[in-house]
């Protein structure tokens, strides 16, 4: 009975532990050497959006500079949960020597139609050293349904919101 007891105590204890390895070492990762990380501004032109046309478009196109500060903000938020960098700079500025430089790119963004088809939304992370060399990459996929009170913005809102968590958490796992 007692070595039933042991055994199931560090099972318990072994569940716990690893379920609080949420993250790789930073040591285990091509990210030791980085303790800044630069994030570029969202180029926008480069997003696949043919699903968003007339007014729409237009009202998508005005919402960038917001759809971005989401996605900045949600990105500040999960940085210290990762916990890589002593410093995350948002920046279209020269990277300063020994910094890893993030280029986020919103592959494609579909919202959906509203009570048929769910939004959806493909990013892809590009991680530079500051000479420009490519150290990694990684992508993310994010999808928001379309209730029938819902708008396009909305949607979108919902989905560069949570990619800007993605694109930070997903880090630790670029290749």
């Known amino acids: 009975m007692k070595n039933w007891l042991t055994y199931g105590l560090l099972a318990i204890t072994l569940f716990t532990l690893s379920a609080c390895a949420g993250y790789p070492a930073k040591k285990d990762t091509p990210f030791a050497a980085y303790n800044t990380l630069i994030v570029r501004p969202i180029n926008w032109n480069e997003t696949i959006t043919d699903k968003i046309t007339g007014d729409e478009a237009t009202e998508f196109s005005q919402a960038q500079p917001k759809l971005a500060a989401l996605f900045q903000t949600e990105f500040e938020k999960y940085a210290p949960k990762v916990g890589y960098f002593e410093k995350v700079l948002f920046t279209a500025d020269a990277a300063p020597k020994g910094a890893?430089?993030?280029?986020?790119?919103?592959?494609?963004?579909?919202?959906?139609?509203?009570?048929?088809?769910?939004?959806?939304?493909?990013?892809?992370?590009?991680?530079?050293?500051?000479?420009?060399?490519?150290?990694?990459?990684?992508?993310?996929q994010r999808k928001v349904g379309r209730p029938l009170t819902s708008t396009m913005m909305g949607a979108i809102e919902t989905m560069i919101t949570e990619l800007g968590e993605d694109a930070m958490t997903g880090i630790p796992e670029a290749k």
Not at 102 to 112: N, R, S
Not at 114 to 119: A, E, F, I, S, T
């Open 100 to 140: 890893l430089v993030l280029e986020p790119k919103i592959v494609t963004l579909d919202p959906g139609i509203r009570w048929v088809m769910n939004g959806a939304a493909v990013y892809q992370g590009i991680l530079k050293d500051s000479d420009g060399k490519q150290v990694a990459k990684y992508m993310a």
